[in-house]
C-alpha cells in the first residue's frame, strides 16, 4: 500500500469462509501465511473469485481495506499483531499435539454429514445423538 503496509491475499476460486478461526481452525493455511510474512500487514484474506461472485473473507484491522468501510473484529482481539499471537500459540499447540502422536478422537460437528464409514466409527455420529435427542431443530 502507498504507506508502506502490506495485506496478504490468498485467491480461492471455490468456497472461501474465515475457516482460520477457532482454537481448533479448519484451515489454518492463512494465518501460517500471515506469521511468516508478518511485517506491516495490516489485513490477511481470502479473495474469493468465482462466475458468481467475487469479494474478500478477510480479517482487517483498518477500514477501507479489501472493499470494506469497517475493520473486521479480529476475534475480539485489538490489533492483527495481537491475533496473530493468538495465531502462533494456536499453531504452536496444533504442531506439537501432531508431533506427540496426539489421535484423540475429535470429529468436527459437521464431519457426520458427509462420512460413508459410520461401521468403522470409534465415536457416535452427532447425527445420531441429534436424532434421538427427539429434537426437531436439530434434525431439520
Known sequence: MSDGSRLLIDYKTGSA?????????????????????????????????NAAECRFVAESERANVLLSNRRTNLEGMGSLAELMQVWAARIERLAREFRDGCAAVDPLPTACRTCHLQGLCRVPSTLDASEASGDPAENA
Open 17 to 49: 469462509s474465515s475457516d482460520w478461526r477457532g482454537d481448533r481452525p479448519d484451515n489454518p493455511q492463512l494465518p501460517m501465511y500471515a506469521l511468516l510474512h508478518c511485517e506491516s500487514l495490516i489485513a490477511v484474506a481470502y479473495g474469493r473469485i
